[in-house]
């Protein structure tokens, strides 16, 4: 078993890069070398207020990447032409054409892109998923997301929380190995540009999609439901670092007599920021380009929906 420890630079120390940092430090396969941040007054061997100089200075493996939106683009371009793997904040990019560019680039250089979907690797949704299987046909995913505002205003609720939704719902259909289709029929955005409503489907899998999102909300809401064919999984997210709670409501009996009675659990969700660091790490041990295909997947619905 691979045992190497990954020496890693962290750029962006706002709110989510000084959460990610205390991550990094209960990684025992991370060593952190660095930090990155524009506005740092600092600038030694550890604190950095440029990429460049970090990437100049700095012997690493890879780079995470907790940047705003509007400049990740050019963060992850230049990490990877400093040849470093990169775990980056979801969304990948501001447009699909800008993912693709970055996927064929760490392609070529054999790095690992790996986008850091924390929701849809949640201890709750990957419990919903394993249950699918015994509640028949999926028809319907049905996520709300809300978040108090306006911390993220500048990100607006489609790429913040639509990114979230998007890719949980992918990741459910089809895994984060391949790509999906997403089909807009309608997309709703309030004039003040903090809700979004969005009504669509993956036609290949014939299951429809609604998504509510509103980054003004007085609540942080989290709720997803899989309306099945035999039933229902419903899921109440309470946070990406704190708990859920998922709830089985089967409809009636399959052919196979497999659904389970109607029962309530509650998992932990403190380790799935540590769930995200493991699966960029078994990546980087095996030379594998990442969860690339849910990202661009992620990026071209969120382009339909501009």
């Not at 990429?51 to 939106?69: C, G, N, Q, T, Y």
């Not at 289709?181 to 003040?192: A, D, H, I, K, Y």
């Not at 999609?209 to 899989?226: E, G, K, T």
Request: charged share 20%; glycine share 6%; proline share 3%.
């Amino acid at each position: 078993m691979n045992s190497s420890v990954y020496s890693v630079g962290l750029v962006g120390y706002g709110r989510w890069g000084k959460i990610l940092a205390k991550e990094i430090h209960s990684c025992e396969r991370f060593k952190l070398r660095g930090i990155c941040h524009p506005s740092s007054s600092r600038d030694d061997n550890f604190t950095y207020n440029t990429i460049d100089k970090m990437l100049d200075s700095v012997d690493l493996d890879a780079v995470i990447i907790a940047a705003p939106l509007q400049c990740r683009y050019q963060l992850i371009h230049q990490a990877l032409l400093a040849n470093k793997s990169v775990l980056t904040e979801k969304p990948l990019a501001e447009s699909a054409d800008d993912a693709d560019r970055l996927a064929k680039l760490a392609g070529e250089r054999n790095l690992v892109l790996y986008t850091n979907y924390v929701h849809a690797y949640s201890q709750g949704v990957t419990y919903a998923i394993d249950h699918l299987r015994n509640l028949g046909k999926l028809e319907l995913i049905r996520i709300v997301m809300n978040q108090p505002g306006p911390m993220y205003s500048k990100e607006g609720p489609i790429s913040l929380l639509g990114s979230h939704g998007f890719a949980i719902a992918m990741k459910s259909v089809v895994g984060d190995s391949e790509g999906i289709e997403f089909e807009l029929r309608r997309c709703f955005r309030s004039s003040g540009k903090n809700m979004a409503l969005i009504d669509g489907s993956f036609p290949a899998q014939n299951i429809d999609f609604n998504l509510a999102i509103n980054i003004a909300h007085p609540l942080r809401q989290r709720s997803i439901d899989y309306i099945t064919s035999h039933g229902t999984v419903s899921i109440e997210l309470a946070g990406s670092v704190t708990g859920s709670w998922v709830t089985l409501l089967p409809s009636s009996i399959s052919d196979n007599n497999t659904v389970p009675i109607s029962s309530s659990q509650q998992l932990d969700e403190t380790q799935n920021i540590q769930t995200i660091f493991a699966k960029f790490i078994f990546a980087l041990d095996g030379d594998v380009n990442g969860n690339i295909m849910l990202a661009k997947s992620v990026q071209r619905a969120l382009d339909k929906c501009k």
